[in-house]
């Protein structure tokens, strides 16, 4: 029996389709909202080092699962090679209600006004695909607003003079610097520089019916455990479903997105938990499954009017891949300034965002989240030992004796650096799976390490006794990570772009995108702000022209 049609399918509960689902069911349009993992709950994976989103020695605790998806990786030498979610070549993104949300470390970014302008601000990157957004920060800023009032973001920008106009301010206080954030602040600010507290989507002070963050060191690649840290999970989904018009149906992986031949979208075709295959019939299709696999639905949707994938006449989607290429410096102090309490990551620095003399963009840099002891058996300096007695003794004394400042880069985008779908391998529900190839421009490799000897600087004026870079290294490498973005960029030129400045798919106007694939870059920021603001941004649009029933 066919199911029942909808106003609307969405494809994927994370960042940016929660956000869609809950606006649009609020404004009574009835949602199906499809996602291929589970509710994710604290007790099921707890705060095992080993089963967590960043160490996943047993596996990915939020999906997707080892024994039925795969990816292909082409290396820098042409090899290819078949990987797995918890390699970190897979490039994973959780599959779970919430997506990433669960288990990010929830700094909440604005991209500032340059990210929006940069081929304008500074002119063409030779053999990149460096454009300006079709929109601006100005348009945005509204919707960076909601974002952080209705999912909850705690900050306090006093002493950050390079951020972009904001209305009003954060809805709740910023976090107090730990040990580490204090000798940080104190140093950049001898330095003329301007530490200030991270924004957090995480509760400071109880908020929204949620209660204040507890301070668990396994936060970062952890749940948490009182709900305190923000996700689509725990914010915008149950006022979804309170409506009356959401459906959340988990186990479900899309295969198709269904075009017919007058090139409209008529539902997605998806794998339910029994592995069953189904059509959901829609008046609207939204995509919001992360940039590696929003690009691989569209591509795997073949029709007559787009035989190479749904939106893709232009050959651009898939293309211009961007993640965050991470650098900074590390180093080992004298005395403890490990805190216990997490998540660690307590203080930021902007000033090396824009304004670089004869760099393009630049990064953020901030102390980062606690290290627990399996992963900081891989932070070493140079020379040092990784067995043996050797590490045991460093392991045992300078754990709670280092420092590290690291920050993403602003990537230039190519595009060569690519999603495609692989010919001949498919996964479990014998759906071709993505192919990443192509690398990071070669221009990141020089404000990497502008960015790394700007990073050592400040710790060694903390007076750490040795400093080392954690820079961008020789190797161009592919792009992406867990800040996967720009393979549907949105655009007002169908020949550059793959949807318009509203997310909608060119040729396809009943087609939305709502995740960081549609970002033309991807700022010197975690992106996950900017993702919530451009998932209202969509659901704004597809409000305003939705005429009962259909959409023009």
């Not at 990071?440 to 750490?464: Q, T």
């Not at 939305?512 to 010197?524: E, K, M, P, R, Y």
Request: net charge neutral; with cysteine.
């Amino acid at each position: 029996m066919a199911l029942p049609k909808v106003n609307v399918v969405i494809v994927g509960a994370g960042a940016g389709g929660g956000i869609v689902a809950k606006e649009l069911a609020q404004a009574g349009l009835s949602v199906v909202l499809l996602e291929r993992g589970d509710w994710p709950r604290y007790d099921d994976h707890n705060d095992d080092e080993l089963n967590s989103q960043r160490t996943p020695v047993f596996g990915n605790p939020f999906g997707p699962d080892d024994q039925r998806h795969r990816r292909v990786v082409v290396e820098g030498d042409g090899a290819t090679r078949v990987v797995v979610p918890s390699d970190w070549a897979y490039n994973n993104n959780a599959g779970c209600v919430g997506g990433g949300t669960v288990s990010y470390g929830a700094m909440a970014w604005r991209f500032m006004p340059e990210d929006f302008r940069l081929r304008t601000t500074y002119g063409e990157v030779k053999d990149s695909t460096l454009a300006d957004w079709p929109i601006s920060y100005d348009d945005l800023e509204p919707f960076y607003e909601k974002a952080e009032y209705e999912i909850g973001v705690a900050g306090d920008y006093s002493n950050n003079p390079f951020c972009g106009p904001r209305k009003k301010p954060f809805p709740m206080p910023g976090f107090p610097l730990n040990k580490e954030g204090n000798r940080v602040a104190e140093a950049a600010t001898r330095m003329g520089l301007h530490p200030f507290p991270i924004p957090m989507l995480r509760n400071s002070v109880p908020y929204n019916g949620r209660p204040a963050c507890i301070h668990m060191r396994s936060c970062v690649g952890f749940a948490c455990p009182v709900n305190a840290k923000a996700g689509s999970h725990n914010t915008v989904l149950p006022l979804a479903l309170a409506t009356g018009n959401c459906q959340v149906r988990t186990g479900c992986v899309a295969a198709e997105i269904i075009v017919d031949d007058r090139g409209r979208a008529t539902g997605v075709r998806y794998f339910d938990a029994n592995n069953k295959g189904q059509e959901q019939a829609a008046d609207l299709v939204v995509v919001s499954a992360s940039a590696t696999e929003t690009a691989r639905l569209l591509l795997n949707s073949k029709s007559k009017l787009f035989p190479n994938g749904a939106g893709n006449n232009n050959d651009w989607v898939g293309r211009n891949l961007q993640g965050h290429l991470y650098v900074g410096a590390s180093g080992l102090m004298e005395e403890e300034i490990y805190e216990e309490a997490g998540p660690g990551a307590t203080v930021a620095i902007s000033d090396f965002n824009h304004g670089n003399p004869g760099l393009v963009g630049g990064g953020m840099l901030a102390n980062e989240f606690i290290a627990l002891p399996y992963l900081f058996c891989n932070i070493r300096p140079p020379g040092e030992a990784h067995w043996g007695k050797a590490h045991k003794d460093f392991q045992r004394r300078y754990y709670k004796r280092l420092c590290r400042l690291i920050g993403p880069i602003q990537e230039i985008p190519n595009f060569a650096a690519r999603v495609s779908v692989d010919p001949a391998l498919k996964d479990a529900w014998g759906i071709p799976v993505c192919r990443l190839s192509g690398t990071r421009h070669p221009y990141d490799l020089k404000l990497g390490e502008f960015l790394s000897k700007k990073a050592e600087a400040i710790i060694r004026e903390m007076g750490a006794t040795r400093v080392w870079r954690n820079g961008p290294g020789r190797g161009l490498g592919l792009s992406g990570g867990q800040h996967q973005a720009g393979t549907c960029r949105m655009g007002d030129d169908p020949n550059t772009s793959v949807t318009n400045r509203h997310g909608q798919v060119h040729q396809i106007d009943n087609l939305f995108i709502a995740d960081g694939s549609l970002n033309v870059t991807n700022g010197g920021f975690n992106p996950v702000l900017t993702i919530m603001a451009l998932a209202y941004w969509v659901a704004d649009s597809i409000k305003s022209g939705w005429k009962g029933s259909q959409f023009r």
